[in-house]
């Protein structure tokens, strides 16, 4: 009996964080933010002067969005619990942050020394 009330609470856990979190937890807006960040690193990747393992860090990156924009397309993805898409959410709002915030103290390729 226990553990029916168990999978009862469970079950009520899930419903709330999904009407909690429901806009960002959708695949769409989660695709949107794989295919932003995706889109970043390849910028970054041609506009800033890099090392070779940041520049595999960055193309390794992109692949992995992509694979992402990929995984939300399947209807598998809607399995994930709520709390794990609303972590991978936030996780992809980070790496954007980071990933700005080191676009913009980088050096341009282009730039030169005067």
Same mark, same amino acid.
């Given at each position: 009996?226990?553990?029916?009330?168990?999978?009862? &609470? #469970?079950?009520?856990? *899930?419903? @709330?964080?999904?009407?909690?979190?429901?806009?960002?937890?959708?695949?769409? %807006? +989660?695709? =949107?933010?794989?295919?932003?960040?995706?889109?970043?690193?390849?910028?970054?990747?041609?506009?800033?002067?890099?090392?070779?393992?940041?520049?595999?860090?960055? &193309? #390794?990156?992109?692949? *992995?969005? @992509?694979?992402?924009?990929?995984?939300?397309?399947?209807?598998?993805?809607? %399995? +994930?619990? =709520?709390?794990?898409?609303?972590?991978?959410?936030?996780?992809?709002?980070?790496?954007?942050?980071?990933?700005?915030?080191?676009?913009?103290?980088?050096?341009? &390729?282009?730039?030169?020394?005067?």
């Amino acid at each position: 009996m226990a553990r029916f009330w168990r999978r009862i &609470a #469970q079950f009520w856990h *899930e419903f @709330r964080n999904r009407r909690k979190y429901g806009a960002i937890i959708r695949p769409d %807006s +989660i695709r =949107a933010q794989a295919e932003d960040l995706g889109h970043l690193a390849e910028l970054a990747g041609r506009s800033v002067a890099l090392a070779e393992v940041e520049s595999r860090q960055l &193309a #390794q990156l992109g692949r *992995e969005m @992509r694979s992402l924009v990929l995984m939300t397309r399947q209807t598998s993805f809607c %399995s +994930i619990p =709520a709390e794990k898409r609303r972590e991978l959410y936030e996780s992809l709002s980070q790496a954007r942050q980071k990933l700005l915030d080191s676009m913009q103290k980088a050096r341009l &390729a282009s730039e030169k020394t005067q």
